[in-house]
């Protein structure tokens, strides 16, 4: 399978090759990732895109073999991190590439925070562990780290338990462990979605400030358009545990080519629709839907798995599923039909529910 | 009279259990007209879903009053209020906590005909029948249970159970933030028809501001438990008076990369709690243009133009907020005027990371 | 019905639970077929005294000191156990459940002063208590079915109340307050059903307390002394423990089985009802 960035001139810090992780449960055997193939470089934000359930958060987890075994499993692939393939490192080995090499940010903050200890004492542990500092050092480099996120009054917080902190404060903790050491690679996984907008921006610049002064990659996991479109550079939209689409931010949200981003952009209210007056008790105008839903993991359509919901569906999609295919520059698409539906420069229009 | 929800100075206090009061809904007063979508926005905790559910008469209300088709319904006998909830219907957040999973859905939805002894057993299946097919589900729903749907389909169910004994006003409590993206549209899209088709008028909460944005025609914004600004929807957007509106319009990421913005002045902190609200405007330790006043005098929700209403001291100062100069000035650790001791922040080293 | 099915095979799936329900199915049929099986009175003295058991194929559980027989005692006396457990269990699972209801319900004073009383029975322990309801009342089947019932509904009450704060806060609920549904129609239609499983797992647990508390009172002699039941039974047999150790363990092993296979039920019940282990 072809990746749009094998290409590009400097080799990425992380390459995911047709990455399958399955979990085997008595219903039946979930393909939660299916063949997904990412590539992220130095300084680079690449944004993952996708409805609930289609596999983000595995696809993470994956890369820092976190999948709880049984029932998932790594049936295929590969993940480059600088070069070295991590699928068949040891449990010690992870270890060393976790924190030190590729650093994570969890869906839930208060999940990855440990409730009896103290904040300085969790960013202490890491750097004990990892960086082999003295406890006394470790501790003023936790006051650092939680000055370098923002939290005011480190050298008080550092004592503080998490319970006593906002969740705001609380994900800006878990962002300072993270990048506790200096990893090259941060992943995050849903960073904002259980904050305010406010605090939502806040978390979402103090990312993009940590890129540019540390030139990490980062690979932000998000459901929320909104979110992509403010923080990538590149997009890649996943679907029922495949990558359907990728691209350059910019180009991916002018020029849509999969069926399903393109619906997914009409679909959001600020994406199609302009906010223009209207008058008072009128109905706004129709935002144009994308009819059905994600089919379950357990019964998966053959082919191309947005085919049910696709209005350009045609038998050829139902047979195979389609391969990721370039479509100029770093543009890249598994739709058999973006070429013709696409070369009409019209963007297809209103998939009107009828249900 | 042309407006069918009238909430004047409506208050909801909570006891916190250690014998302090949550200030859930401090004082908050709204109309709504016929076939009108009204909006109400803000941060999680600020009092929305509260107001919502005391407007309901699901929380009896502190104090205050709700008036439906101009009919008083606080502090009703419960048989009297029964009868009037028919014109006061609420769509809930949660489409799996929102349905009883022991029940059918078409048992779900024959309950408010039956509670309200409207029609025999046969004309209630055909408005059942009826119902679903406008919320666009199949009949066969009927006999299954909520389990076997998803969450949009589920919120269907939620609409049409609202929908059944004809309301005038539905609250909608973040009817679509529990939903996938694609299927959010679907939703959206229900709710303007049944609006349109049948002069419904939404209060319609939520803190998705491109949400906001598409359905409603006026929008309340709520910050702890206060409204601070009420206007028009394109008046909103065009010209946000309250500082903490401008804040929250200016957080909002924006699903067009073409309009990404240079990276601006950030609201720091977070929302007080609301056991222990600050003195005067509640806004104000987190308000980069906040005076001493502020601090002393609460303000009042005033016209500033055209039912555009604001509860800002300094809204009407000239030149407060031309271009948001002098909001950024501030931010940016240079405050414009000087402000009350305790609020003065450690000047910012950077924008992005403003001190909590 | 999709959900009973469901249910079934998820229990069904639970060997020991299923193993529990065939011991209770085989206790029931002794209770049952006694009068026919037995119909002799139990306290007829039909053999010598002290027959060990296999001894004598007339008495195949052997007799006792009286020479009654033992095996139509385990057979009459299972009735008497399995009526006082159920009937004590249903009696304190109704007013627990209605106590319950109304406080988590309606909270406040109501709350308050339900609760203050349960908390007044659960403080006194549940075996004292009951020595001293029946010693007052005399013993009879009746009194001693309602002093067992009238020490075990406050941890109903409780576990009720439980569910019901915690149900009353639902969408669900208040969505049903919102199209004007009075209070006892929610509390009956839309709480209950849904507390419904932890309520009977408690129950088929309660079953095996009751039981139990039975047999002790009928060993202290506080059982009714017109009736056999497994703790008289032991309680009689006492005095004979060293040198005929059998008329103590026969009835003892019968009741150990018997709260066993109800232990074994309501944990069946509760991995069965308790949706956070379904479709594991
Ligand atoms: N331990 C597991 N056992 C079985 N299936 C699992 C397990 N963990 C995840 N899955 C399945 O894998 C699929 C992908 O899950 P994942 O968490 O990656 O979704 P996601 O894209 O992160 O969604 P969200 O936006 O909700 O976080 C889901 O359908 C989920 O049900
Ligand atoms: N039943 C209650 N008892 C005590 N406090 C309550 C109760 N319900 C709400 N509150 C408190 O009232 C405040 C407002 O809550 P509310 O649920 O109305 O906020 P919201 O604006 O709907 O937030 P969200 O966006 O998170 O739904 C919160 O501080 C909350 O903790
Ligand atoms: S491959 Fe076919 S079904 Fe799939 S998205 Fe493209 S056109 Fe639609
Ligand atoms: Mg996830
Ligand atoms: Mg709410």
Redesign the pocket.
Known sequence: MLSPTSAAAPAPLLEIRDLHTHFFTPRGVMKAVNGVSLAVRRGEILAVVGESGCGKSVTAMSVLKLIATPPGRIVKGEILFEGRDLVPLTDRAMQEVRGEGIGMIFQEPMTSLNPVLTVGEQIAETLIRHKRLSRREAREKAVDLLDLVGLSDPSRRVGQYPHELSGGMRQRVVIAMAIACDPKLLIADEPTTALDVTVQAQILDLLMEMRDRLGMGLVIITHDLGVVAETADRVAVMYAGRKVEEAGVQELFAQPR???TQGLIRATPDGGIAAGPRIAGRRPPRLTEIPGMVPPLDRMPDG?A??PR?P???EA?RAAV?PLERAGGTHAV?????GE?FAHKRVPHAVEAHA | MTNVLLVNDLVKHFPAGDGRVVHAVDGVSLELDRGETLSLVGESGCGKSTLGKTIMQLHAPTSGSVMVEGREITRLPKRALRTLRRDLQMVFQDPFASLNPRVTVGRALEEPLIVQNQGARKERRERVAWLLEKVGLPADAAGRHPHEFSGGQRQRIGIARALALNPKVIICDEPVSALDVSVRAQVLNLLADLKEEFGLAYLFISHDLSVVEYVSDRVAVMYLGRIVEVARREDLWARPLHPYTRALLDAAPVADPSRRRARRPRLAGEVPSPTNPPSGCRFRTRCPIAIPRCAEEVPHLTDARDRHMVACHRAFEAGTFEGGALAERALAGAPATPRPGGAVASSPRSIATARL | MNGILSFARRFARNRAALAGVLVLLFVGAMALSAPFVYPSDPWDMVTMPFVWPGEDAEVWLGSDMMGRDLASGIFHGAKVSLTIGFVATLLATLFGTLVGALAGYYLGLADTLLMRVTELFQTIPQFIFAIVVVAILTPSVTNVTLAIALVSWPSVARLVRGEVLALREREFVQASRSIGMGDLRIIATQILPNALGPIIVMGSLMVATAILTEAGLAFLGLGDPNVMSWGSIIGAGRDALRSAWYITAIPGFAILLTVLALNLVGEGLNDALNPRLKNR
Do not use: E
């Open positions: 999969h069926p399903y191309c947005f085919a696709c350009h569906a045609i999609c389609p598994a739709c058999i039909r973006s539906t």
